[in-house]
């Protein structure tokens, strides 16, 4: 816990030590498409930051560039002081540091619910089995499907399913977790089962870049709220102040939408 | 009607027993090859890409016939490589192996490709994200559910690779047609017996695996 207050008045701590990810004068295009224009955005260690907005202004862009997935025409990203490695061995040992957790859940459909959160373990980590084993169990236990863990993931429901991502993504022990859009394919019953999973996280000091529309999490759980549109980031603030006094039009009329429908 | 056969001038079932290791041999062989020229047609590098792509097809438009003759002449004829073989027979069947592979191999890559496409993109970026390098997320995550997707094509493969034995009587591998062609001359009486034999030998060589595979590729199907 004591993290997470740290995180919060990370502004004042010494930047070497509270920063986590550091994204400067970022830009990518794809093809004419200008989709992340000039990103400078800070997540300290600890922190929760919600980036919301509307469809198309490169929430998941942002999110994918953090671990490479996506690559960056210019600027630097930095993640616990390194910049982001070209292809390679470096990068893959830094993209086992940097959790990910997709819309579409994406569990190796071949491989049971318990062999989806041991695979990272053994391969990336080269963990013993009957380790990596003890820990995947430990972890489908935390976010409530142990009872599946021989299932395969076309077996689970939807809640399920991303439950397991997340405890996939956590078996590497990662730094920093990166959720783009973790509800959006889920039937409204299963979204707070995810939820409070995430909750939960923030609770114990992850740090944590949530893509999400679900407002209620972005007030309780969230530091910070960034706001994107047309590539750019239009405004942050904390959750507070953003929902109750957006400052920019953009900002207003993205809000105004999706409170009323 | 089959009393030439009594004669014991012709070895029949040893004639079926070549083509069977052939198929088996080149089979072993098609699908460890077309994995490999898989791979490269998908590597992030392009030499290989190139390679890959390149291979495919050249080999695979040229006559079979054409590639096993090239083998025999080339590296057996012209080169003296005789892959150990100890006479003229079983230089024949190691050089008809490696030609069917050769061939068959590129029907297998794209059999494998087609099953690659089948997989979401979403499999191999997760295993990314997670910190897997290139050839972790081929051979862990993306060629076994390609490799469940392609059983129904690669067992149409396999069965016209069984098929395409025939094509080694050419370099005079003992095998079924090289029988075939010499009980035609002598026993040109019986031709249609001659030849409902060697179709029904076939049949009862590719019928199993085309059962067998059909049932594996229910029981393996990847469910989404
Ligand atoms: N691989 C891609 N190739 C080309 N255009 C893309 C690609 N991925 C996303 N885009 C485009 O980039 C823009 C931002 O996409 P995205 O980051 O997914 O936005 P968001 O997640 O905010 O909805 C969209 O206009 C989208 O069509
Ligand atoms: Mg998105």
């Given at each position: ?25 970022v ?66 040992r ?7 957790v ?15 959160v ?13 380790a ?29 399913q ?25 039937d ?31 007030r ?6 960034v ?35 | ?15 079926f ?9 080149s089979?072993i ?6 994995t ?32 096993i ?27 008809a ?43 862990a ?5 390609a ?38 001359e ?10 409902a034999?060697f ?26």
């Open positions: 816990m004591s993290e997470v207050s740290a995180s919060k008045d990370h502004e004042d701590a010494p930047r070497s030590q509270a920063d986590l990810v550091v994204l400067s004068g830009n990518k295009h794809f093809g004419a498409l200008h989709v992340l224009q000039d990103i400078d955005l800070t997540i300290g260690r600890g922190e929760v930051v919600v980036v919301i907005g509307p469809s198309g202004s490169g929430k998941s862009t942002l999110c994918r560039t953090i671990n490479r997935l996506e690559t960056i025409d210019e600027g630097t990203i930095t993640i616990d002081g390194k910049p982001l490695p070209a292809e390679g061995r470096e990068l893959a830094l993209r086992s540091d940097v959790g990910m997709f819309q579409s859940f994406n569990l190796f459909a071949h491989k049971t619910v318990l062999e989806n041991m695979l990272g373990q053994i391969k990336v980590r080269r963990t013993e089995k009957k990596a084993e003890t820990k995947a169990r430990a972890l489908l236990e935390r976010v409530g499907v142990a009872a599946q863990a021989e299932k395969y993931p076309a077996q689970l429901s939807g809640g399920q991303q439950r397991v991502a997340i405890a996939r993504a956590l078996a590497m022990g990662p730094k920093v977790m990166l959720f783009d859009e973790p509800t959006s394919a889920l409204p019953e299963m979204i707070n089962e995810v939820l409070e999973v995430m909750q939960q996280l923030a609770r114990e000091g992850m740090t944590m870049v949530v893509v999400t529309h679900e407002m209620g999490f972005a309780s759980a969230a530091d910070r709220v706001f994107m549109a047309d590539g750019r980031i239009i405004e942050q603030a904390t959750p507070e102040e953003f929902f109750s006094n957006p400052r920019s039009d953009r900002a207003k009329d993205f809000l105004s939408k999706i409170l009323h429908h | 009607m089959f009393d030439f056969l009594d004669s014991g001038q012709y070895d029949l079932l040893g004639a027993w070549v083509t069977a290791q052939l198929a088996l041999y089979a062989g098609s699908l460890v090859w077309g490999v020229l898989t791979a490269m047609r998908v590597s992030p590098v392009p030499l290989m890409r190139g390679f890959g792509t390149a291979y495919v097809n050249v080999v695979r438009n040229t006559p079979l016939t054409v590639v003759v090239a083998c025999s002449f080339v590296l057996d004829q012209t080169l003296a490589i005789t892959l150990g073989g100890e006479d003229f027979k079983e230089t024949g069947f190691r050089l192996v490696l030609g069917l592979t050769a061939y068959t191999g590129t029907f297998v890559c794209e059999a494998l490709r087609s099953g690659i496409n089948t997989v979401p993109a979403g499999q191999a970026e997760a295993a990314r994200a997670l910190g897997m390098s290139f050839t972790q997320v081929l051979t995550i993306v060629l076994p559910q490799f469940r997707a392609a059983v129904t094509p690669l067992a149409n493969v396999i069965i016209a690779l069984t098929k395409n034995t025939t094509v080694a009587a050419a370099i005079g591998a003992a095998e079924a047609a090289l029988l075939m062609r010499e009980m035609i002598n026993e040109a009486q019986a031709l249609f017996t001659v030849f034999l179709a029904f030998g076939f049949i009862v060589l590719t019928l199993p695996t085309g059962l067998i595979l059909g049932w594996a590729a229910k029981r393996l199907a990847v469910k989404r």
